[in-house]
């Protein structure tokens, strides 16, 4: 069976997979400075990090409406089912939408196939589904047995967050300014993690970025024994990146990984030099 892979600009996706895949995705909205961007992993604003920095205000962010999931699943050949992995409902209204945009078209084409998945993640650790998606669609199975598997993989997945500065945080009114002051002060960084209802939340404040990248890579083994495959987003600091990955590859025998840049969304909320990585508990 023919079957089309769908996400939101809420996922970061290395454009390898995205082409290797035929990933269709659904822009989601940012506005910064008086202006409007549609984002997706395929996207780009030229100099975002600056503008971000020097902006009054933290860009904001909003979803796709129903009419833009509904106008993409309409473009997609009729005989094809569709998977759609939403960023987590935690966190945003995307899946809402993705889901109204999914009744509207059933209400014009009652047989066709489409699945919403909330994936309770987002940024790398949606790529690391569609991933895990694309191998199981080597194997040619049934839609009704992808979906399965694809829901049983989700509430499998663990997803976290180390940020290297507050800024963000501070300005966009999640940390008060006092506190973050003092914060920053002191050195202290902030490991985040996606909640099993999909939801941000802070799992430990640790002193000093040494201290944090240790921590950073130590949780992995306190989640998992599966070292199969793990994702990794990265806010402006490749090098950075590749060297965690390099201290990860090291101390965990992962078989696979993937590296990519976080898109305007994410880097919204972690900041510059933020990371993010995604793997499977079992």
């Known amino acids: 069976m023919d079957i089309q892979l769908m996400t939101d600009g809420g996922a970061d996706i290395p454009a390898t ?4 895949l035929n990933i269709d995705v659904v822009p989601l909205n940012i506005q ?26 933290l860009p904001k962010s909003s979803a796709p409406s129903p009419q833009d999931f509904y106008e993409a ?14 960023i987590s409902e935690g966190v945003s209204g995307t ?31 949606i790529a690391l589904l569609l991933h895990e998606a694309g191998k199981k669609l080597a194997q ?11 829901k049983e993989r989700a509430e499998k997945l663990s997803t976290l967050f180390v940020l290297r500065t507050l800024d963000n945080l501070i300005k966009g009114g999640r940390l008060d300014k006092v506190k973050g002051a003092i914060a920053k002060t002191l050195n202290i960084k902030l490991l985040l993690h996606a909640t099993d209802e999909g939801t941000i939340d802070v799992a430990e404040k640790v002193r000093g970025n040494k201290k944090a990248m240790r921590r950073f890579i ?9 070292f199969g495959t793990i994702a990794l987003a990265h806010g402006n600091t490749k090098e950075r990146a590749n060297k965690v990955l390099t201290d990860i590859k090291e101390k965990y025998s992962f078989q696979e990984s993937l590296i990519m840049d976080m ?7 972690a900041g510059q030099g933020g990371l993010v990585i995604s793997f499977f508990r079992d």
Not at 32 to 54: A, C, F, H, Q, W
Not at 73 to 86: F, G
């Open 218 to 226: 130590d949780q992995i083994g306190e989640h998992t024994k599966n």
């Open 263 to 269: 898109g305007p969304l994410i880097a919204t909320y």
């Open 17 to 20: 997979l995205q082409q290797k």
């Open 140 to 150: 040619d199975v049934h839609f009704h047995d992808l979906v399965s598997h694809m």
């Open 73 to 86: 699943y309409k473009q997609v050949d009729e005989n094809k089912a569709i998977l759609m992995l939403s």
């Open 95 to 125: 899946y809402q939408s993705a889901v109204m945009g999914k009744d509207m078209l059933l209400d014009e084409q009652p047989d066709r196939q489409i699945e919403i998945i909330n994936t309770k993640t987002a940024s790398c650790g």
């Open 32 to 57: 910064i400075n008086g202006e409007r961007y549609k984002v997706s992993p395929d996207s780009e604003i030229e100099n975002y990090y600056t503008l971000m920095e020097e902006a009054d205000e």
